[in-house]
């Protein structure tokens, strides 16, 4: 069984076509990934998976009910983390997660039993009668995933989870996410931010243009789509040196005034760099894979 | 019943800012009702049969009914719907777009009966109305806030940004008040207005509750009652409407 299944899902806002045939399969207790640069299609895709928005075509299966026909049945054992906040902002903390789930028709008592447990998961216990407006952006975005938990979901959508946040704030949240796929809840998180999907994501599918151009685990994916090592060079006289890199290295490419070399090992290219140049030797990364396969190209 | 839980987080937020809420609900139509209804009053010696006041407090029942109705289900809404996102949050659970409109209707109703019947109690208070006949105003305020819920809540899902709200009350309500009787008798209007104001909802408001406040049952109660739901399930149906439209894209 899989936790959420896509085949041949399609999406048009009038004549743009924003999801084009994607196909997904995301197996229970996996943290499943969803990159792409803005506008790929990565939003609509779950709203979608929600049944908040009706498909043009395909099918989708959200914890073994179809949707969007039973996607209130779905969505009653599923959380989700929108990617801007929308805590309520007429109650406090405590009487965020009252309210949400209520939404639930989970009665009272139940949601008060686990109102302390959350506040403790989203590091703001003792903060229960804070107003909503005294928080920082970091205590906001874990409040909202305690409210997407209010329901003891399987499944929890993440759309950008940590996008906005300082690196204190990102740390606990992927600590907090770690947390949740050891309890054997299933993720699904649209991200831009390559070290999270590879620091938390088992698979991810890179989309772009509303196709998934390339599905893996992050290894995989690096493994498949990339030389092991990068090089990059930069400063005065970078032209000419280029020029000689080319027989050096089997991939080279310019970017600006940075010079990318990729190959199994760059170190013979070391040698030849002249002190005036600076440069960069390091690994290959998952950033480079989604820059290879998206281009570089800005996308607003 | 899922709306209820709708309704339910309208009601928490209105008990926490209960005396606001209270004061600016019922401060205003009762200031009007007692300085217009006193000082024109005294130079009236009496309308249909009625004291200028006692004739006034029934259209003001309904007028102040209508303002808090529109008010939350336009003004309110909107903020919750487009400035906070509270909709999108209530989307994410077993919720849908219908639920949310049935719970915004439902307390904006429910917070303008509270207006109507306060406004009631007053006038009942101070002599203006005696007859047991007056308690079936109360349910007649419902339908009024009813109403004019469901057609606030249809400009509140079309509505782009919060001026939209400034043609409906300028051009719809300012002069929906002033030829559904609430000052004068509608009757004196000439015919082409008077056809106009039997079109709306206000007048058929007043037509119930004016009765009602003097002692007696209303003449063609039905048709009032009558033309005050079909705006209330259009407009709900409408609403709903627009809605889906809205949050499908």
């Given at each position: 069984m899989t936790a959420l299944a896509a085949r041949a899902l399609r999406k048009s806002y009038g004549a743009t076509e924003v999801v084009s045939g994607i196909d997904l399969a995301v197996a229970p207790g996996e943290c499943f990934g969803l990159l792409g640069p803005n506008g790929a299609g990565k939003t609509t895709t779950l709203k979608l998976c929600l049944g908040l928005i009706e498909p043009d075509g395909g099918e989708i299966e959200l914890l073994g009910e179809p949707v969007p026909r039973r996607a209130r049945e779905a969505r009653a054992r599923v959380g989700v983390v929108p990617q801007f906040d929308n805590l309520?902002?007429?109650?406090?903390v405590e009487e965020n997660l009252l309210v949400y789930g209520r939404y639930f028709g989970l009665p009272k008592d139940e949601i008060q039993q686990r109102i302390a447990a959350l506040l403790e998961f989203a590091g703001l216990?003792?903060?229960?009668?804070?107003?909503?407006?005294?928080?920082?952006g970091g205590m906001k975005r874990r409040l909202t995933l305690a409210r997407a938990l209010v329901n003891d979901p399987q499944l929890v959508f993440m759309d950008?989870?940590?996008?906005?946040?300082?690196p204190q704030a990102r740390h606990l949240i992927w600590e907090r996410l770690r947390r949740l796929t050891q309890e054997g809840k299933t993720l699904v998180l649209t991200t831009h931010f390559m070290e999270e999907a590879e620091r938390l994501c088992h698979r991810l599918a890179i989309m772009d243009r509303g196709r998934i151009i390339a599905q893996g685990s992050p290894r995989a994916l690096i493994a498949e789509h990339i030389e092991p090592q990068v090089l990059e060079v930069h400063g005065p006289g970078y032209e000419s040196w280029m020029e000689r890199a080319k027989s050096l290295a089997p991939r080279v490419e310019r970017v600006g005034d940075t010079v990318y070399c990729y190959g199994e090992d760059v170190e013979p290219l070391l040698k030849t760099i002249s002190s005036d140049l600076g440069y960069l030797h390091r690994p290959a990364s998952l950033e480079d894979v989604f820059l290879k396969l998206t281009g570089r190209d800005l996308r607003d | 019943m899922r709306w209820f839980s709708v309704w339910r987080r309208n009601m928490l937020v209105w008990h926490k800012l209960i005396a606001a809420a209270m004061l600016s609900n019922l401060a205003d139509p009762l200031i009007m009702l007692f300085g217009l209804g006193y000082g024109l009053g005294a130079l009236l010696p009496s309308v249909e049969g009625m004291s200028y006041i006692a004739f006034f407090a029934a259209g003001q029942l309904c007028t102040a009914t209508m303002f808090t109705a529109s008010f939350e289900s336009m003004f309110s809404a909107f903020a919750r719907m487009h400035g906070q996102k509270t909709w999108d949050a209530i989307l994410?659970?077993?919720?849908?777009i219908d639920d949310i409109v049935a719970g915004e209707i439902a307390w904006a109703a429910s917070k303008a009966w509270l207006t109507g019947s306060t406004i009631l109690g007053v006038a009942v208070v101070f002599g203006l109305a005696s007859s047991p006949?007056?308690?079936?105003a109360l349910p007649a305020a419902f339908l009024v806030g009813l109403a004019f819920s469901a057609v606030g809540l249809i400009m509140c899902v079309l509505a782009?940004?919060?001026?939209?709200?400034s043609f409906y009350m300028t051009l719809v309500m300012t002069p929906m008040m002033m030829i559904s009787?609430?000052?004068?008798?509608?009757?004196?209007?000439p015919a082409p207005l008077l056809a106009v104001a039997k079109a709306l909802p206000l007048y058929h408001g007043v037509q119930i509750v004016r009765p009602l406040v003097a002692g007696g049952p209303p003449p063609e109660f039905w048709l009032h009652v009558g033309v005050l739901l079909a705006y209330a399930a259009a407009g709900y149906a409408l609403a709903i409407h627009f809605a889906r439209k809205r949050f499908s894209s």
């Open positions: 309520d902002p007429d109650f406090t216990a003792g903060r229960g009668d804070a107003k909503i407006t005294t928080l920082s950008e989870p940590t996008t906005g946040l300082d | 994410y659970a077993p919720l849908t006949w007056v308690l079936l782009r940004g919060w001026d939209f709200f009787g609430v000052f004068f008798p509608a009757e004196q209007l």
